[in-house]
């Protein structure tokens, strides 16, 4: 019986969580189309996404490149490239830098979420970035002309947005 419990509190908790999750990414997306209502005509990099997060967004930018390492360089849509590569070493110009989740994967490693922040900033001159593990100080500190937002789940700050919209 103990376990069928266990099982049924789990399933629940599981089906929470996913539902919060959604909740939350749908409000990231509003967020999102708030700061860049013109992202139909925008020229995108995401520094270390996936084109599947793109093919799911609700919101279509004119192009967008997604740099990443260990993937295959491939179009997927015309208007979706996968481009296979160091997102810190990627050099281009574009109108919007996306970067979700990378400064991240650079946890604890000071001198490259620097460097991860001068790649969004000179990439174009508008960007968004989520980062979980860093404080909104730091942020502020790479971002320092950027709009600043925190994701909270249950009331504890689980990430922050740093967007300059303009």
């Known amino acids: ?9 789990a399933a629940v908790s599981r089906q929470f969580v996913a ?22 005509a925008l020229r995108v990099v995401d520094l270390g996404g996936s084109a599947e997060f793109w093919l ?5 930018p004119a192009h967008v ?12 849509l015309p208007w979706l490239d996968v481009v296979a590569g160091d997102p810190v070493g990627h050099e281009g110009k574009y109108d919007l830098a996306v970067c ?10 000071v001198d490259e979420r620097a460097s991860v922040a001068w790649v969004v900033r000179n990439a174009a001159p ?18 320092p002309d950027a709009v600043f937002r925190r994701e909270r ?14």
């Open 1 to 9: 019986m103990g376990g069928k419990v266990r099982g049924a509190v």
């Open 100 to 109: 979700d989740g990378l400064l991240d994967a650079s946890r604890g490693v």
């Open 65 to 76: 490149d997604v740099v990443a390492q260990g993937v295959q360089a491939r179009r997927v």
């Open 126 to 143: 508008r960007y968004w970035v989520r980062a979980g593990s860093a404080s909104g100080r730091q942020l502020g500190q790479w971002f």
């Open 153 to 166: 789940r249950a009331g504890v700050t689980v990430s922050w947005i740093a967007a300059k919209p303009r």
């Open 56 to 60: 799911h967004a609700p919101v279509r």
């Open 19 to 40: 539902q919060f999750d959604a909740a939350t990414r749908a409000r990231r997306w509003e967020l999102f189309r708030e700061a860049f209502p013109d992202i139909g």
